[in-house]
């Protein structure tokens, strides 16, 4: 496997110091793994904090900037960060109004972030945590880990990032995040495994000529394989999933999401099928967002996620964000 | 089992052994995660136990409950993932159940690990049976009652005992009936943790 890479070891903090020499608006600190918007923290704002294993991007670094989160702890590669970043993280943003902790429901990612709200307590700082457990894919029950944090955290980093931009109380930035969370749902599909630069090799075996339905944003197998299917066929299939458990009734959110490396041009056209299925069981869309923006570092494949929003969602959904990797308004 | 008394350089010794299996075992560790996890498994646990050795190789903690409670916060700092505090807390909790003795006996150390393994299934929310850690952890702990050798072969047991199971907590419990057949990575590293015990009681 080619990767454009100097060593395994060093590619997180490479990419860091990359983001650093091209955006003078964030400060990254590459040795502890922060990225923090240059301006925090922000007069009387509720600051937003997130973070999670790295290999997603531009989840989460790619999020920092007004209008969305104050600040980003990248860990190794599909490794959750350590308290120790989130912690200084949240007291680099805190303004004193608060810091809301945006956790993708992985173990490790639980657990850390937990351990780090305890520690930044300690400090005086205020903490909230949402998680965020989307993915239709995994069976929700008290025998499992629970369903995965995916699509869904960019929808709650951009909306709640609005409404903490707007000076919501953290109590209300807390409820809007929580919101959204409850209104989101997806499902992914792998065209073929990744590669971490550590092992080298592919994660799992999918064999030429299947797909893995039900995939996770780290490679983790999903419900079930099949022989490949077509772009309608994965829409269908997909938005059943999404369907069975979120009975739309007022319009929604979609982001179509590239893995990785699945190009734009088949993107769009799966976004066309998405749009044939939704209007098809009547489902009025909002807004729709197209691109890779939960990825998983070379996996090809998709994901697709929808977001039920009232007028307040929807206002904070169209508000000004501007961050390296999303970026409207104003 | 004998009443040998365990002080601070025995800790320190069993810290570095540790090291030194994980390093030598990472590979597999990492093979294994692959197949029920995200194949890093060997890669952050050698960070974490290298980090571990500096330390207490820089600034030897005085007592036995230092030298696992500040292993165990260096985990929980170095780590990351599910592993980082969960190791950290079984090291951190069994360090602070020893409390602040300059020695302690083998049973001691039994009861404390005892401590920090129940500390284990509180975080991760998991009992023995759910394919974790802990399927090495109690086994291990319970052999220590009889030697140092028979916690080693019991957590060793433990591991293997993952193979058929299903796993219900962790990345691996996606994976549903695909998790059987595979040993679990957890229980593999911390059956590695008492043979390094094992190996420097010999």
């Known amino acids: 496997m080619r990767m454009l890479i100097n060593v395994p070891e060093t590619v997180v903090g490479d990419a860091l110091r990359g983001m650093a020499a091209a955006h003078p608006e964030l400060v990254v600190d590459a040795e502890n793994r922060v990225v923090v918007r240059r301006d925090a923290p922000v007069t009387e704002k509720v600051a937003l904090v997130s973070g999670g294993g790295s290999g997603h991007e531009p989840l989460h670094a790619g999020f920092v900037g007004p209008g969305m989160l104050d600040a980003a702890c990248p860990g190794e590669v599909f490794t959750s960060p350590v308290p120790d970043q989130m912690v200084r993280a949240a007291a680099a943003v805190d303004s004193g109004r608060g810091v809301l902790f945006v956790v993708k429901n992985y173990t490790g990612d639980v657990l850390n972030f937990q351990m780090a709200a305890e520690l930044a307590e300690d400090e005086g700082i205020q903490v909230a945590s949402v998680l965020v457990d989307d993915d239709v894919a995994v069976t929700d029950s008290t025998f499992t880990a629970g369903r995965r944090g995916t699509g869904a955290t960019l929808f709650v980093e951009k909306i709640a990032g609005a409404a903490a931009e707007e000076g919501m109380p953290l109590e209300r930035v807390e409820a809007v995040a929580r919101q959204v969370v409850r209104s989101s749902r997806s499902f992914g599909v792998a065209l073929s495994a990744c590669t971490t630069p550590a092992k080298g090799s592919p994660t799992f075996d999918l064999p030429a000529g299947e797909l893995e339905l039900g995939v996770g944003i780290h490679g983790e197998p999903g419900r079930e394989r099949r022989p490949m299917m077509t772009s309608r066929e994965i829409a269908d299939f997909a938005l059943d999933a999404v369907l069975e458990d979120l009975e739309p009734r007022l319009p929604v959110l979609v982001l179509v999401n590239g893995m990785g490396a699945t190009p734009l041009l088949e993107l769009y056209g799966f976004s066309a099928e998405v749009r044939r299925v939704l209007d098809e069981r009547k489902v009025a869309v909002a807004r729709t967002l197209v691109g890779n923006y939960v990825t998983s570092l070379d996996m090809a494949g998709c994901s697709v996620t929808l977001c039920q929003v009232d007028g307040e969602l929807l206002r904070l959904w169209d508000a000004p964000v501007q961050t390296a990797g999303l970026r409207w308004g104003r | ?202």
């Open chain 2, 1 to 202: 089992m004998s009443g040998t008394a365990l002080d601070a350089a025995f800790f320190v010794r069993w810290m570095t052994a540790a090291a030194a299996a994980i390093d030598r075992e990472a590979e597999r560790l990492t093979e294994l995660d692959s197949a029920i996890g995200d194949a890093d498994h060997g890669t952050n646990m050698q960070r974490g136990f290298a980090a571990v050795v500096k330390m207490v190789e820089a600034e030897p903690p005085a007592t036995p409950g230092a030298v696992l409670t500040a292993a165990g916060r260096q985990l929980i700092s170095s780590v990351g993932g599910a592993s980082g505090p969960l190791y950290g807390t079984l090291l951190r909790r069994t360090g602070k159940a020893l409390g602040d003795a300059a020695q302690v006996s083998a049973e001691e150390l039994r009861a404390g690990l005892g401590a920090g393994v129940d500390a284990v299934g509180k975080l991760g929310g998991s009992a023995p049976g759910d394919k974790t850690m802990l399927d090495a952890l109690v086994p291990a702990v319970a052999g220590l009652a009889t030697s140092f050798e028979a916690a080693a072969g019991a957590a060793e047991e433990g591991a293997r005992s993952t193979v058929p199971m299903l796993a219900k907590k962790g990345r691996a419990s996606y994976l549903g009936e695909r998790s059987i057949g595979h040993q679990d990575p957890g229980a593999t590293s911390s059956a590695l943790l008492f043979a390094a015990l094992a190996e420097v009681a010999r």
